[in-house]
């Protein structure tokens, strides 16, 4: 059913209402509160008509419409509109992120303020430009292999790869070899990537293995590049988790990183992404938002920054709060990059 401007009205009305006060929305409360020029009759069978196609659902037979997921994609692609941040977000941004240096400090700063304005929890994806400099793979058990990897700037990654396979102790140093030969440069961030070619073009007989030691590079190295700022006291504040499973449910989700982590990486590099409720794919995050935005250049972002949180949220000030921290980084990248560029003149 394509939305007239009617439903449209109505369905952002109630999507809006329901964001501020979390309560099931009826046709009383949009006509006092939105000046909404239809009868509660009229407004009434248009909620009817967009439940019957999904975008509201009716919680208890006696109670109003809240959003769906379904709604709530329809409102931030076609409805939302962005909004400006108040003044005292933006001093608060302005005054708490300051000076140069130190990217990743900065960047922790960032997460800390986004999570503290929105009162949502965020996950910092760092961007790391360090590269390969040499790569041990030693094996502890049949089935475990414990890769080392350091990299130029001297940092030494320890990851456990789980087999499914065994490989034969005398073919250690040379798998050893074979990668070092291939990866040697290879940024860290990519290295799991660049491996998945190796096994492509050299070592087809060893898939299966390099496959797992593959996957156990991701895990290892993604540990580091990602920190949560968990912010539990304020958002168990929130109406939804009044109910205390509810709280410890998304306690849970904040504890089970892989699955954020994994649906976070499924944004594209450089895009504003808003997964919402089962678009995931995963049964643990069906009732909440992840919105995610890379930080920096587009071309070469220095991390990503994502908040999650109930599928109530202010997508509008999210977004907004999100695109301006980016902004202010910008900012920082380009004049650090001009004051180091007249210091080698």
Same mark, same amino acid.
């Given at each position: 059913m394509k939305l007239d401007d009617r439903k449209k009205k109505i369905l952002s009305s109630v999507i809006e209402d329901y964001i501020i006060s979390a309560e099931p929305v009826g046709s009383k409360t949009l006509? /006092?509160? &939105? *000046?909404?020029? &239809? =009868? =509660?009759?009229?407004?009434? *069978? /248009?909620?009817?008509?967009?439940e019957e196609e999904g975008y509201l659902e009716q919680p208890h037979v006696s109670a109003g419409r809240i959003p769906s997921t379904k709604g709530y994609r329809y409102y931030v692609d076609n409805l939302m509109k962005e909004k400006n941040l108040s003044m005292l977000d933006i001093n608060y941004i302005d005054n708490t992120i300051t000076g140069y240096g130190?990217? /990743?400090?900065?960047?922790e700063q960032a997460a800390d303020v986004v999570s503290k #304005?929105?009162?949502?929890?965020?996950?910092?994806?760092?961007?790391s430009a360090d590269l390969l400099e040499h790569i041990k793979i030693v094996k502890i058990s049949e089935k475990l292999l414990l890769v080392v990897i350091m990299s130029q700037n001297g940092t030494v990654k320890d990851c456990i790869a789980k087999l499914t396979d065994t490989i034969p102790d005398e073919r250690i140093d040379e798998l050893s070899e074979v990668l070092n030969k291939n990866l040697l440069g290879t940024p860290l961030e990519n290295l799991h990537i660049a491996l998945n070619n190796v096994i492509e073009k050299e070592l087809e007989k060893f898939s299966t293995i390099l496959g797992d030691i593959s996957e156990g #590079?991701? &895990?290892g190295l993604s540990k580091d590049r990602k920190k949560l700022n968990a912010n539990v006291e304020s958002i168990l504040d929130l109406p939804e988790f009044s109910d205390v499973e509810k709280a410890k449910n998304f306690v849970n989700v904040l504890s089970t990183k892989d699955i954020i982590d994994s649906t976070i990486e499924k944004i594209e590099e450089g895009n504003l992404g808003i997964i919402i409720g089962s678009e995931s794919k995963e049964l643990l995050l069906k009732d909440y938002t992840i919105v995610s935005l890379s930080v920096g250049d587009e071309e070469k972002p220095v991390g990503k920054i994502s908040v999650i949180g109930p599928k109530r949220m202010d997508y509008s000030k999210t977004v907004a709060t999100l695109k301006y921290i980016n902004s202010k980084f910008k900012n920082l990248l380009s004049t650090e990059n001009?004051?180091?560029? /007249?210091? *080698?003149?």
């Open positions: 006509v /006092e509160k &939105y *000046n909404l020029e &239809y =009868s =509660s009759a009229t407004i009434r *069978n /248009e909620m009817k008509l967009l130190d990217t /990743e400090k900065l960047l #304005i929105l009162l949502r929890p965020t996950v910092l994806t760092l961007k #590079i991701k &895990y001009k004051v180091r560029g /007249e210091k *080698n003149e």
